[in-house]
């Protein structure tokens, strides 16, 4: 029988997608003979640590360490024994400075202490990343990639549409937005493009590109960029509908122009982050669509093909999902 070998696996930035990551790399890979023990990382790691302490085995969780990504020397000694790092450090609001410094130059900080430490890096990054784009996330997205394979050439960046499960900031925001609003608004018609995918299977993208021990995983996945969309490609109002749906409300959906958005994204940036929070930028992101590739690059690998390799059950649709939280 072959040996159980043990993991370190290190989680830079926590949160919502860190939470499913974390619960598929300490879950048992009968197929993949090693033992993940998964240490928190970020400059306040202790509230999903105690969360995620009463839901996996005392001994596949190690004690969280503190750092912060624009400090090089805290991301140095918290990476020290890592086999692997994934990187999960982004924003989705901010000046155009903090977006370079968190998701330019922070994941390029991630790069270099996971190369220091000998581990191998996964990056999330984000469908959409585009250097020339003029919005700052999208841009510091595409920089963040660069950097990244810059440093690690063997990095597995995943590139996600929006993310949902339960504890998501997307269909559960719009969800407990219709409480309040008496129309549900789409700009510019509605007609962007999106493919949801479920925090789960981009969890298990990860949990397929850490088995270091095994050589078709790395193969299949060192180096290569999977773009990871869900089944469904939504528009914007079609997944209004959804979540008017599911919440079994009835709300008229109201296309409003795209300069109205950007209006009241000037007002909006300016308060304290809440439910209504809206930006400038995120109103130009809504003219682009958010889908995967339908031609993609050599080195790019489609989620649904990932899994379906590894015998895993294919990406959950958001029909599948959605009633069990909203």
Not at 24 to 44: C, F, G, K, P
Not at 76 to 100: R, T, Y
Not at 102 to 112: L, P, S, Y
Not at 286 to 311: C, E, T, W, Y
């Amino acid at each position: 029988m072959q040996t159980q070998r043990v993991q370190k696996v290190v989680l830079c930035g926590a949160g919502f997608l860190g939470n499913y990551i974390a619960k598929a790399l300490m879950n048992d890979v009968a197929s993949y003979q090693a033992i993940r023990r998964v240490q928190l990382t970020s400059r306040n790691p202790e509230k999903t640590y105690a969360k995620l302490k009463q839901e996996v085995p005392s001994d596949r969780l190690l004690a969280p360490v503190e750092a912060d990504i624009t400090n090089p020397q805290s991301l140095d000694s918290a990476f020290k024994g890592a086999d692997v790092v994934v990187s999960l450090v982004g924003i989705l609001q901010g000046s155009p400075k903090q977006f370079e410094t968190i998701q330019w130059h922070g994941a390029e900080n991630v790069a270099a202490a996971a190369k220091s430490a000998g581990a191998k890096l996964i990056h999330i990054s984000a469908i959409g990343a585009d250097k020339d784009s003029n919005i700052p996330y999208a841009r510091t997205k595409a920089l963040g990639e660069e950097a990244v394979t810059s440093i690690c050439k063997d990095a597995t960046i995943i590139r996600p549409s929006i993310v949902f499960g339960p504890g998501d900031g997307f269909f559960a925001r719009f969800a407990a937005l219709s409480k309040f609003l008496p129309f549900m608004p789409v700009f510019g018609g509605g007609s962007t493009k999106f493919q949801p995918v479920y925090a789960g299977d981009v969890a298990k993208a990860v949990e397929i590109a850490s088995r270091t021990f095994d050589k078709e995983a790395m193969t299949s996945t060192n180096g290569k960029i999977i773009e990871a969309g869900g089944p469904d490609i939504f528009t914007y109002r079609d997944i209004m509908n959804l979540v008017l749906t599911h919440t079994k409300r009835t709300r008229p959906i109201l296309s409003l122009p795209f300069f109205v958005g950007k209006m009241q994204g000037l007002v909006l940036e300016q308060l304290p982050t809440n439910l209504f929070t809206l930006t400038r930028d995120q109103v130009e992101q809504l003219k682009i669509d958010n889908v995967a590739s339908s031609n993609p690059p050599q080195n790019h690998v489609m989620l649904v093909d990932l899994l379906r390799k590894f015998g895993d059950e294919p990406p959950m649709s958001a029909h599948k999902i959605l009633p069990s939280y909203l």
